[in-house]
């Protein structure tokens, strides 16, 4: 069975930094592009980014290209959302997803307020 | 961006009964290779989306065959025949053909 675990989420003041953690299992995890989610309050869905099957390149939205870095840990099966100078617009709920959204973590709040 | 327009904003449906969700994007999501990059999925209450059709009119592992996907270029359709009270959430449409993915606004399915 698939399973996507996150975590890392929680409260964090505007400025700071956060870094997800997504951690795999039930599939070779090594041969998928992985990629980040997140959902608003308002339901509204927005794609973050991706990342190769080997680490070696990454797309993301232009909107969040310079504050998201996205990483992965094959031999641990992790993948990773680092998120610098977090705004309030970024309080949503972070989903991992695997190639082109097939199976989707059960999410992780993220919250960001002072 | 291509922006992806979905209609209506809610349904109410009567159990047993076929429903139709609309979705238009602003730009043609046909590519060259013949392939047609709208995805559909599903936002049961509480739950994670999940994956209901890919590549416009493929049905998704494990997803029954009371759902279905078509349209052309840049209008698509997912159609519900004989709605469960299981189907009832947060319907996506979504393009994946080019940087960044979007995503419609959602359609919320209830029942009568």
């Known amino acids: 069975e698939v399973q996507l675990v996150e975590s890392g989420g929680g409260l964090v003041q505007p400025g700071a930094s956060l870094k997800l953690s997504c951690v795999a299992s039930?599939?070779?995890?090594?041969?998928?592009?992985m990629s980040w989610v997140r959902q608003t309050p308002g339901k509204t869905m927005e794609w973050i980014g991706d990342?190769?099957?080997?680490?070696?390149?990454?797309n993301y939205a232009p909107s969040l290209k310079n504050r998201f870095t996205i990483s992965r840990d094959n031999a641990k099966s992790t993948l990773y959302l680092q998120m610098s100078n977090v705004r309030s617009e970024d309080t949503a709920t972070y989903y991992c997803?695997?190639?082109?959204?097939?199976?989707w973590g059960q999410g992780v709040m993220v919250t960001v307020s002072s | 961006d291509i922006v992806m327009t979905q209609a209506p904003l809610s349904v109410s449906v009567t159990p047993g009964e076929s429903a139709s969700i609309s979705c238009r994007s602003s730009?043609?999501?046909?590519?060259?290779?013949?392939?047609?990059?709208v995805y559909w999925y599903l936002q049961k209450p509480g739950k994670s989306p999940q994956l209901l059709i890919y590549?416009?009119?493929n049905l998704a592992s494990g997803v029954p065959d009371r759902f279905s996907g078509s349209g052309s270029e840049t209008d698509f359709t997912l159609k519900i025949s004989r709605v469960e009270a299981e189907d009832v959430g947060i319907y996506y449409c979504?393009?994946?053909?080019?940087?960044?993915?979007?995503f419609g606004g959602g359609t919320k399915l209830e029942l009568k």
């Open positions: 997803t695997s190639g082109t959204l097939g199976y």
């Open positions: 039930g599939f070779t995890f090594s041969d998928y592009w």
């Open positions: 990342i190769k099957y080997d680490g070696s390149y990454t």
């Open positions: 730009k043609s999501l046909l590519h060259s290779n013949g392939i047609t990059y």
């Open positions: 590549r416009m009119s």
């Open positions: 979504g393009q994946l053909l080019e940087n960044p993915w979007t």
